[in-house]
């Protein structure tokens, strides 16, 4: 069974950046499509990044030149490196597979504001 551990969450100002890190127990990173998902208070979780197993990438427009997923086949690990953040992106941040068939980890929280 795959286990996901996001990291790097934290409070940043609006305009600020963080990186998130997803380390997956299998070697799943690099044979797989990967995505970050966010669920904001009240709301679905969706998904906002993906990279595919040859490394295409694409995002929801609302992140879409500001947030880039990227990743580490030797450390089984993807990143989203997020920048010029918004209020509104403020959310538990996730990873998984596209689709999403492994369980969700704890996930990490992501919140902007002044």
């Known amino acids: 069974q795959v286990q996901l551990v996001e990291s790097g969450g934290g409070l940043v100002e609006p305009g600020g950046s963080l990186r998130l890190s997803c380390a997956a127990s299998?070697?799943?990173?690099?044979?797989?499509?990967m995505g970050w998902y966010r669920q904001a208070p009240g709301k679905q979780r969706e998904l906002v990044a993906t990279?595919?197993?040859?490394?295409?990438?694409n995002y929801v427009a609302p992140v879409k030149g500001r947030f880039i997923i990227f990743r580490d086949n030797a450390k089984n690990t993807v990143y989203l490196q997020m920048n010029s953040l918004k209020p509104e992106d403020t959310a538990v941040y996730y990873c998984?597979?596209?689709?999403?068939?492994?369980?969700w980890g704890q996930g990490t929280q992501v919140t902007v504001s002044s």
């Open positions: 990279i595919t197993s040859g490394g295409v990438t």
């Open positions: 998984n597979a596209v689709p999403s068939i492994h369980s």
């Open positions: 299998g070697s799943i990173v690099g044979s797989t499509a």
